[in-house]
């Protein structure tokens, strides 16, 4: 039996492992499928980026689905996001986009190998910051109320700070997000993770719109990795209960340096 599109096996397996890590975690997905990508399967980092952006788009709107039909879905706090997330992707592909116009494909590929490492450098340490800080100041961090003033303006510059990373390396939607909500606010942990998704899903769309027109999406990459993933995800989800979830978010930090150090 032939497929109009090729299904590459590696990509599926790829997709699968990372599918199955994010719904034991919650987190992880574009930081590590885009050093993944790179390292184990060999696609230009340009590209691996592009790519990641667009499998997630299509991944995450899964789950935002359930999350909207069961109501974890804060949509005050997607919306200040999306104020300063969707215009930051904008300017990171942009910028992306001059990179590419300016440099040598072998000069573009380190400066986005470099970037990506940067910014899974920065993601580890704010994983381990959201599992370590609540512990050793158990009731002493401060919870940001969403109708406070001052959320009006941090919650946009947070979107815009996170989606121009997005635009720009693919990493940093969720993995950001969701410890800053975690450690400044009083959220619950569904309605956390049910914005986080649903915002995700706006954000990595229209990254996904500017990286198609730089011609950086391996559309068929991106269908084997979705032919992973999903069943990962399903699986995940449904033995996230089994697994204690500290030893599982150390792990993630760790595996995240080590790839950082590879990319670096």
Known sequence: MTFPVPINPVAIGLGAFVGLLVGLTGMGGASLMTPLLILVAGVRPVVAVGTDIAYSV?????????????????????RRLAMGSLPGSLLGVFV??????????????????????????????????????????????????????????????????????VGLTSVGSGSLIVPVLSLLTALPAARIVGTD????????????????????????????????????????SKLCLRFPELPLRLALAVVLLISASRLL
């Not at 573009?108 to 470099?114: K, Q």
């Not at 599992?131 to 401060?142: D, N």
């Not at 391996?218 to 992973?228: E, I």
């Open 96 to 165: 992306l986009s001059r990179f590419k116009a300016q440099l040598s494909e072998g000069d573009l590929d380190r400066v986005v190998i470099h970037a990506v490492g940067i910014m899974l450098v920065v993601v580890s340490l704010v994983m381990l910051a959201r599992v370590i800080l609540p512990r050793l100041l158990p009731g002493k961090l401060p919870a940001i109320g969403m109708d406070a003033p001052h959320a009006n303006l941090w919650l946009p510059v947070l979107g815009g700070v996170v989606g121009f990373l």
């Open 58 to 78: 299509v991944s995450k709107l899964a789950g935002a689905n359930v999350h909207v039909r069961q109501g974890t879905v804060d949509w005050k706090v997607t």
């Open 197 to 236: 998704i649903t915002h995700a899903v706006l954000l990595l769309a229209v990254s996904a719109i500017g990286q198609s027109t730089l011609g950086t999406i391996d559309y068929a990459m991106t269908l084997s990795l979705l032919l992973g993933s999903v069943p990962g995800v399903i699986v995940g």
